[in-house]
């Protein structure tokens, strides 16, 4: 049964810092990897999406890197603003189509 | 529209009643799932389907909790004798090329 774990479970870090999110899953064999971001009381909005055969992906200000055979991905964010203060969600998404999620990291950068 | 659009956004009912939650996915989207989310949790896996047949219902938690997509666009998720512990937010997701993309979610209240 796949798991997916984040960590921290919450971070607070000065605006201007560069900083990084963590990932893990248990079962390697998964078609993708995705990171949405999420307001409070929203829905999520997708960040980065990284297909297997991938090892990163890159968005503005953030960078996502995968290491499947590891069962790992970070979410690096630069030079940190407020307007980044949000819940960070990894998701993966199984060989069986099945898209299991980690509980997220709640981000706080302080102006 | 462009994007998942989730209807009602909120939604207060009383104990022992039945309520459908209807999701209109990205056009096009053959792929649709729905999850439930409890405050400070990650989303969890209820149903996906892939056209009009449910491919995996592996995570709706017990026979009062059914889906359907008729015409493998529009689908509804419909709770039969809610519970007050049936109260969280019930996404829907539609996903193309890989990527899965969330509405706003159905805010469920039972009191």
């Known amino acids: 049964k796949q798991e997916v774990t984040q960590i921290p479970a919450a971070l607070s870090v000065p605006e201007g810092e560069n900083l990084v999110l963590n990932c893990s899953f248990t079962d390697s064999a998964i078609y993708n990897l995705q990171w949405f971001r999420q307001d409070p009381g929203k829905g999520l909005t997708s960040l980065l999406l990284i297909q297997s055969s991938q090892r990163e992906q890159t968005s503005g200000r953030l960078n996502a890197s995968l290491d499947k055979s590891s069962g790992r991905s970070t979410l690096y964010i630069a030079a940190s603003q407020p307007g980044d203060s949000a819940t960070y969600l990894c998701?993966?998404?199984?060989?069986?189509?099945?898209?299991?999620f980690g509980k997220g990291t709640r981000l706080h950068i302080l102006p | 529209g462009a994007g998942v659009s989730q209807t009602p956004s909120n939604k207060v009912t009383e104990k022992g009643k039945y309520v459908e939650l209807r999701c209109d996915p990205i056009s096009g989207h053959t792929a649709l799932y729905w999850y439930r989310q409890s405050l400070g949790q990650g989303p969890e896996f209820l149903i996906y389907?892939?056209?009009?047949?449910?491919?995996?219902d592996s995570g709706l938690p017990n026979d009062r909790f059914f889906a359907v997509r008729p015409e493998g666009s529009v689908s509804t998720l419909k709770i039969q004798r809610t519970e007050r512990g049936d109260s969280a937010v019930y996404l829907c997701?539609?996903?193309?090329?890989?990527?899965?993309?969330f509405g706003q979610g159905t805010r469920l209240t039972v009191v």
């Open positions: 997701a539609s996903q193309g090329a890989g990527e899965a993309f």
């Open positions: 998701a993966v998404e199984n060989r069986d189509d099945k898209i299991i």
């Open positions: 389907f892939q056209g009009t047949g449910a491919a995996d």
